[in-house]
């Protein structure tokens, strides 16, 4: 944060990004240790960029819409997220994951030119351990801890699960590519939706109702290991990309609204640090599952990643500081 403009974070961020992806489109059975600088540059990546992104999106959205700015960001992430699946999973498919992942280190280098237009005002002031840790203690912050921490055991028990289990019990990678991009599409006008009714200070309401109706969508999953016809897939994934793109539109309106209410930086350093505590807590939770229990037990990782989703209520402890 001492740099002159946050901005260059941004970039340096992309540039790691750039250099994992080189490197996991070169890792093969017989060099399997690119995965560990790899991964390294992932994780810089993350820490580089995604928090100044936030703090970015805090700074200059306009809290009174800010329910319609950000589904209108997701919106656009959506009709991309559209495309990329299905060119990604078509690549892999008949050519090969290396070319998959040299298209995406292109469009990361594509991404730096908008990171370079943008404002972002200079932020001068540093943080040591102790002022950290200071910021870490402050009562503003306590709500979003295990929204948080729980939002990261969501993602790697649910999300990245997913994929293995469809890869492996399922279909090809190239369905799943075609799959996750038509049932993308069709999510993206319910996103503005949820925005718009935020923004109309029904919050609390929609967060519950959405948070229950996300759980029940993902418990649906489980329902594949007992029926893995493609028609039911299909329809079980159109039901989680509907629910969760609205649960995002809506967690991403509270994360920018309440961030902006208290103090961007201190915002998002808590929800940086918690959802790594999740993330580290949750990995080693699978690491351990994936070593001793079969693969099948993949599904009752799911089936237990969708009560974490719970844990978003907890943002309604917050909706007091938004009126």
Request: proline share 3%; charged share 10%.
């Amino acid at each position: 944060m001492k740099l002159k403009n946050p901005k260059y974070f941004m970039a340096i961020g992309i540039i790691f990004y750039i250099a994992a992806l080189g490197l996991f489109g070169q890792t093969t059975t017989e060099n399997i240790q690119l995965m560990i600088p790899a991964t390294l540059c992932f994780s810089i990546y993350i820490t580089f960029y995604w928090m100044i992104r936030h703090w970015f999106f805090s700074v200059n959205a306009d809290y009174t819409k800010i329910g319609k700015q950000i589904s209108t960001l997701t919106i656009i992430r959506i009709v991309i997220g559209f495309l990329a699946p299905i060119v990604g999973g078509v690549i892999s498919f008949l050519i090969s994951f290396n070319v998959t992942f040299i298209l995406g280190a292109i469009a990361g280098v594509l991404s730096l030119i908008p990171i370079f237009m943008f404002y972002a005002p200079p932020h001068p002031r540093g943080y040591d351990f102790k002022k950290v840790f200071n910021i870490l203690k402050k009562p503003d912050l306590k709500a979003i801890r295990l929204t948080y921490i729980f939002e990261a055991f969501t993602s790697m028990f649910v999300h990245n699960v997913w994929v293995l289990v469809f890869a492996i019990f399922i279909g090809n990678i190239m369905r799943f590519g075609l799959l996750v991009g038509f049932t993308t599409l069709m999510a993206a006008m319910l996103s503005w939706w949820a925005g718009s009714w935020f923004d109309q200070r029904k919050r609390k309401m929609m967060l519950t109702r959405l948070t229950y109706i996300r759980l029940f969508a993902i418990l649906l999953y489980t329902t594949l290991f007992f029926y893995p016809h493609m028609i039911w897939v299909t329809a079980v994934e159109l039901i989680n990309r509907l629910t969760m793109n609205m649960h995002i539109t809506i967690g991403d309106s509270y994360l920018f609204a309440y961030s902006s209410k208290i103090h961007p930086i201190h915002f998002h350093l808590n929800r940086e640090v918690h959802l790594n505590i999740g993330r580290l807590t949750a990995s080693a939770l699978l690491a351990v599952a994936f070593y001793f229990l079969p693969a099948v037990y993949l599904w009752v990782v799911m089936g237990i990643g969708a009560f974490c989703i719970l844990g978003f209520l907890n943002l309604k402890k917050s909706d007091h500081l938004l009126h």
